[in-house]
């Protein structure tokens, strides 16, 4: 496939983050070991080692096209299959650009008017906790399920535009580092509109509700509080990502882990 502009970076400056981003993804592809966010001639040497090497081209800076086919090509070799419930997204791992779930239906649970679909097997089990909250009188509602590679290019570019790329990264993914593009998450709310993808939905009785039972349903909290340094992201009390079966959330949650501790584990 040919590699597509990569718009978020269009036209932003190499600040020292952003290289810090480029350093790890070419350590991860087997080219630099030093994270100093320094564009210095060792980080040039070996960006045009990977291009050279890896696409068959030359470069003479880093630009969007590059930065894709960096992804791209990390996620070749790392990804796994999207239509594997483990499989995840992180700042180290990456999904393809043309990763999109086989499974996808549209949703069928109480959701906002822009989310249309997620994964089978997790539309179903979603529609099992839905109705378990309902019948304790707890309201609950999608407000973001499945996004493509493309839509994240659009949504993160406006969070840096908005917050400068280093806080956007604390709580939006880049292209192919987010669990979303795997169809097994959901954000959720309330229905109430006041604690929408606020931390502040923590202190709610759906988050309550969802912290004691959520587990029971295949489903765990992707980016606990004091996990920033295992998951890169900032405490999400909203994001559910569905992992299989209840068996599996159940071991994650007892074990006070995240998902990819939990898969790393399994390897070892």
Not at 117 to 130: G, H, P, R, S, V
Not at 195 to 219: I, N, R
Request: proline residues 3%; hydrophobic residues 35%.
């Amino acid at each position: 496939d040919s590699v597509q502009p990569f718009v978020v970076y269009r036209d932003a400056p190499l600040t020292v983050e952003r290289v810090k981003w480029l350093q790890e993804q070419l350590k991860i592809a087997g080219y630099y070991t030093l994270i100093d966010g320094s564009y210095g001639p060792d980080c040039k040497a070996q960006l045009a080692a990977f291009c050279s090497q890896q696409l068959n081209r030359e470069v003479e800076y880093f630009n969007s096209e590059i930065e894709q086919a960096l992804i791209d090509y990390n996620a070749n070799r790392m990804a796994g299959d999207i239509d594997d419930y483990l499989v995840y997204a992180s700042k180290e791992i990456n999904l393809r650009s043309t990763d999109v779930p086989s499974r996808l239906v549209d949703i069928s649970v109480a959701h906002s008017a822009n989310v249309e679909q997620i994964e089978a097997k997790t539309n179903d089990y979603l529609i099992k906790m839905f109705d378990a909250a309902k019948a304790d009188g707890i309201a609950l509602r999608v407000v973001s399920g499945y996004r493509s590679f493309q839509y994240q290019i659009g949504l993160f570019d406006r969070y840096m535009q908005r917050s400068g790329f280093a806080q956007a990264n604390r709580y939006s993914a880049l292209p192919g580092q987010s669990e979303h593009q795997t169809g097994y998450v959901v954000d959720v709310d309330d229905g109430t509109n006041r604690h929408t993808v606020k931390q502040s939905f923590d202190q709610t009785p759906a988050f309550q509700w969802l912290d004691a039972h959520a587990h029971e349903y295949g489903f765990i909290l992707s980016y606990p509080k004091g996990k920033e340094d295992i998951t890169g992201y900032m405490y999400e009390p909203w994001h559910y990502r569905f992992v299989g079966s209840p068996e599996v959330a159940g071991e994650i949650k007892r074990r006070d882990i995240t998902l990819e501790q939990y898969v790393k584990q399994l390897k070892d």
